[in-house]
């Protein structure tokens, strides 16, 4: 082929593959931004926000008591806080996880290509975090915390 034909089945190559390309390019951005990538809006307390999250991270993967309970864990533990630190910092973040045990934790519940800021006063990865361990193992740490074990 030559001239304007050669052109014409060139660009119906292309644009017979190039859709497919870029939705395999495209396939795991969800994936790489991570789960819950809830932006805090200008007029949005904190507090509200962490709400979003639970609520977001408890759809993703489920825990007993649901978005509730997750809710009312925070508030005992933390006050919705993000930035809550025991007094002697052995323990942080909005379910007061053990400052010690943390860096084992993110790395078991989280994943690379989440991109998740591995600090625990960081309020989206500590209810990811949290979410998904209790999702696999149940409220043990946080078992009586509160007056969150009514039926929900």
């Known amino acids: 082929m030559r001239g304007p034909a050669r052109l014409l089945v060139l660009a119906l190559l292309i644009g017979a593959i ?8 495209g396939e795991g951005d969800e994936e790489r931004a991570g789960p819950c990538p809830i932006v805090r809006t200008e007029d949005q307390g904190v507090r509200d926000w ?3 999250l639970i609520r977001c991270a408890t759809s993703r993967w ?6 509730a309970r ?3 864990v925070a508030q005992a533990e933390s006050g919705l806080d993000p930035k809550t630190v025991s007094d002697d910092g052995s323990y942080v973040g909005l379910f007061q996880h053990s400052a ?3 860096p084992d934790r993110y790395r078991a519940w ?3 290509a989440w991109q998740l800021d591995e600090r625990p006063l960081n309020a989206r990865t500590n209810v990811i975090v ?3 361990m209790v999702n696999a193992d149940g409220w043990g740490p ?3 915390v509160g007056d969150c074990w009514t039926d929900r």
Do not use: F, K, Q
Not at 18 to 25: D, E, K, Q
């Open 18 to 25: 190039a859709p497919v390309g870029l939705a395999r390019a």
């Open 50 to 52: 962490v709400r979003d």
């Open 62 to 67: 489920d825990v007993p008591g649901g978005a």
């Open 70 to 72: 997750a809710t009312c």
């Open 100 to 102: 010690e045990a943390w």
């Open 110 to 112: 989280t994943r690379p």
């Open 130 to 132: 949290t979410v998904r």
């Open 142 to 144: 946080w078992r009586g």
